[in-house]
């Protein structure tokens, strides 16, 4: 007989790509053993959350350490996570000040890419995409992107408002497109007739088993056979061995959501919508549905109003450009969705650990302030990375050289095992995240 299938090829022909994260020596639900990643911990998340026009110049501030570390007003509501977070300053985006507007700084935030203006549409991959690649494949979801506010494809001072409505881009010329109805976040999730994880690895693979046997040799099917014998009387251990607790290898928390699906339409409350969206956010990752999340609360140069805490004369971004008590009461309400994500997360335990320690959270904005400055940008993490982040601490980059933000995303990528030699205008991480 004249075979038309390597060994290679046939495996891949059988799913087994698909079949190997069921053996029991080998990690559960896709995930791969390299570097320190063992097959019974759990993986580690990314979050990344945003918010436009930055902040107020006065009360974005933390000094000390650990549980002794002072918070500036806006990082309040933060308080019970001082020992799990990372306030980093004095890292910028070199090409953000080129522009230097709203829509100049945003585009390239998770990227450093340089942008195109002439309202043509370049800017570069971003970071949470680039992992989505390389990372994102043991999911059912590579990455959800999520947003408050719609895009604004306007032209503004020469520039596309593209780069002010979205922070994550798939390619250069290609914007992740956000999705801001959360019913249809919740569906992309979990709305399938089979999930990847219900699905017994055999009867996936039967219909590309039965072609092939056709093809193969008497000896050759009896090897074949054997071989799907021998799936499932792996799947049917893995099953036996889950039900009595004793399966070696993670496996997440939540095998199906814990919430129910939200309504159709958007929240017509900004604070019911956010908070929706927060809950999704956890939702994927308790159910290890998805490992990489961007939530943009808003836009840069945005139009919302808060109506919910009495301040609705003016929008939020007209607002950013004066430090009144009211500009801190918005500050303080975005803050309060990264604290909500993570006092959920960190009520998860996962073996040792809780989904937060597991987890990293960065808040960001593409400028420090209402008034366009970008020199430094403010950034807070939150997580523990697996336990690879040692946290509790400031890190001040303000007089230092090379203090390029994607510096960080360098090393962001080396906690979830994504090893680059550069990154945007990056060559090397920050060895102190």
């Not at 950013?320 to 008590?325: K, L, N």
């Amino acid at each position: 007989m004249n075979h038309q299938f390597s060994r290679r090829t046939f495996l891949r022909g059988l799913g087994v790509t698909m079949a190997l994260p069921w053996f029991e020596s080998l990690p559960v639900w896709g995930d791969e053993p390299t570097g320190a990643t063992k097959s019974s911990e759990a993986p580690v998340r990314l979050a990344v959350l945003f918010s436009g026009n930055g902040f107020h110049s006065r009360e974005w501030w933390a000094k000390g350490e650990g549980a002794g570390m002072e918070l500036g007003k806006v990082l309040e509501p933060l308080t019970d996570f001082r020992q799990k977070m990372l306030f980093i300053k004095g890292l910028y985006n070199a090409e953000a000040l080129k522009g230097n507007i709203h829509s100049s700084q945003t585009g390239n935030l998770l990227s450093g890419a340089p942008l195109a203006s002439g309202g043509e549409i370049r800017s570069g991959t971003s970071v949470d995409q680039l992992l989505a690649q390389r990372y994102g494949h043991s999911t059912r979801v590579p990455s959800l992107v999520l947003g408050c506010e719609k895009s604004n494809p306007s032209v503004h001072k020469n520039y596309s408002m593209l780069y002010s409505s979205h922070i994550s881009w798939t390619s250069p010329t290609t914007p992740t497109p956000l999705e801001l109805y959360p019913a249809l976040a919740f569906d992309r999730l979990f709305r399938d007739e089979v999930q990847k994880g219900d699905k017994s690895v055999l009867d996936a693979v039967l219909a590309d088993a039965r072609d092939i046997r056709r093809q193969i040799s008497n000896q050759d099917q009896r090897k074949l056979d054997e071989y799907l014998d021998s799936v499932r009387d792996v799947e049917q251990r893995i099953e036996n061995a889950g039900k009595k607790g004793e399966l070696q290898g993670w496996r997440p928390t939540l095998d199906k959501p814990n919430i129910p699906r939200p309504a159709d339409g958007i929240p017509q409350n900004i604070a019911d919508h956010m908070r929706l969206m927060c809950d999704l956010l956890v939702l994927g990752f308790q159910t290890d549905t998805t490992r990489i999340t961007t939530l943009k609360l808003n836009n840069d140069h945005s139009s919302l109003r808060f109506p919910h805490l009495g301040v609705d004369y003016m929008i939020h971004h007209l607002l950013s450009h004066s430090d009144t008590a009211d500009w801190l009461k918005v500050n303080q309400f975005f803050l309060e969705q990264l604290a909500y994500i993570a006092r959920k997360l960190d009520a998860i335990q996962e073996g040792s650990r809780t989904a937060l320690d597991n987890s990293m959270l960065m808040y960001c904005s593409s400028m420090m302030t209402g008034g366009h400055d970008a020199t430094q940008l403010p950034v807070v993490m939150v997580g523990g990375g697996g336990g690879r982040i040692q946290t509790g601490k400031i890190l001040d980059y303000r007089d230092k050289p090379n203090r390029q933000m994607c510096r960080l995303y360098l090393s962001m990528m080396d906690k979830m095992n994504v090893h680059q030699d550069k990154f945007g205008d990056a060559v090397e991480p920050l060895n102190e995240v």
